[in-house]
């Protein structure tokens, strides 16, 4: 609807609205935070999340070796950004996407 009534968005919009969903994707599977950090995203989740711990497994088992789950301290799947992969915004989504397994019973 923004391209029909202003034209094509200049990129710094365009990233501004991905973000946007990202954060709204990640509040969805209870991301709290989502930050960067050299190599890394981290996904830190809320203390009071309602997740099924029973399918960390599977989201690791997803992922491969990259993704890491840190249970001590604030809960977090960490993933440590393969050379030559997408963006962080396409790294991001393809997590938040294994992390929905993590809402069924």
Do not use: G
């Given at each position: 609807e923004l391209t029909d009534r202003f034209g094509k968005p200049p990129v710094c919009v365009q990233n501004l609205i991905q973000i946007a969903l990202l954060r709204g994707r990640a509040h969805e599977v209870f991301v709290e935070t989502l930050s960067s950090?050299?190599?890394e995203i981290v996904f830190s989740l809320f203390p009071e999340a309602t997740l099924n711990p029973g399918h960390i497994g599977d989201v690791l088992g997803d992922i491969g070796e990259a993704l890491r789950f840190q249970a001590a301290g604030k809960p977090s799947f960490i993933y440590k950004i393969p050379e030559g992969s997408g963006t962080l915004i396409e790294e991001s989504n393809k997590i938040l996407d294994a992390m929905?397994?993590?809402?069924?019973?």
């Open positions: 950090r050299d190599d929905k397994i993590l809402l069924e019973d």
